[in-house]
């Protein structure tokens, strides 16, 4: 299960899908620094080092350049 807690519309070069980072530290500020980016404010939802998030994206359809971005936190397991 995911909380979401970014969605907004990015251009085909931002950096909104990063996989590898050189520290936790630096994966929780870009959680912050998507978060942010969002056009849906979500307060309530903070990062800690070990956390983990999924990154969707789609085409705007109205310019090749841009991309829709969603990204949610997982929250938990269900099985």
């Given at each position: 299960v995911y909380e979401i807690f970014s969605v907004f519309k990015a251009h085909m070069s931002d950096n909104y899908y990063y996989v590898f980072f050189?520290?936790?530290?630096?994966?929780?500020?870009?959680c912050?620094?998507?978060?942010y980016k969002s056009v849906f404010p979500v307060d309530e939802i903070e990062f800690e080092e070990g956390d983990q998030i999924i990154t969707l994206s789609t085409c705007t359809n109205?310019?090749?350049?841009?991309r829709y971005a969603v990204q949610g936190?997982?929250?938990?397991?269900?099985?």
């Open positions: 050189d520290s936790q530290r630096d994966f929780v500020d870009f912050y620094e998507m978060k109205e310019n090749q350049q841009e936190k997982l929250i938990r397991i269900e099985r």
